[in-house]
């Protein structure tokens, strides 16, 4: 696969949890620096997450404290804890590598409402 797949979202009410995972088949997975990225409706695609090959983890403001980045190296996967989801959380959910980008995936859809 030349494309991240991307799996997990769903829909949640405000206040609660899902884990999005990213398998990666391309590249030397564990040297890679790594980063989740959103889109909503109308707005840009943004960085909210990402690990570099020494699990060195940044976010976004928006979500500092509320989500989680993790990597397993053995199966190539990316993982995103996401807490007290909030309905400004709606996106669509992507994974890729950092500075030259893979094909994007089709992402998927984290929907957070009552």
Same mark, same amino acid.
């Given at each position: ?7 997990? +979202? +769903?829909?949640?009410? #405000? +206040?609660?949890?899902? &884990?999005?995972? @990213?398998?990666?088949?391309? =590249?030397? !997975? ?6 989740? !990225? &959103?889109?909503?409706?109308?707005? &840009? ?9 020494? %699990?060195?983890?940044? $976010? ?5 404290? *509320? !989500?989680?980045?993790? *990597?397993?190296?053995?199966? *190539?996967?990316? !993982? ?6 909030? #309905?400004? %959380? /709606?996106?669509? $959910? $992507? @994974?890729? &590598?950092?500075?030259? $980008?893979? #094909?994007? =995936?089709? +992402? /998927? ?6």
């Amino acid at each position: 696969q030349a494309q991240p797949v991307e799996s997990g +979202g +769903g829909l949640v009410q #405000p +206040g609660g949890s899902l &884990r999005l995972s @990213c398998a990666l088949s391309r =590249g030397l !997975f564990n040297i890679l620096a790594l980063g989740w !990225f &959103r889109q909503a409706p109308g707005k &840009r695609r943004d960085l909210v997450a990402s690990i570099d090959n020494n %699990d060195i983890t940044g $976010y976004a403001d928006s979500v500092k404290g *509320r !989500f989680t980045i993790s *990597r397993d190296n053995v199966e *190539r996967t990316l !993982f995103l804890q996401m807490n007290n989801l909030k #309905p400004e %959380d /709606t996106a669509v $959910y $992507y @994974c890729n &590598r950092l500075g030259t $980008y893979y #094909p994007w =995936g089709q +992402g /998927t859809q984290v929907t957070v409402s009552s």
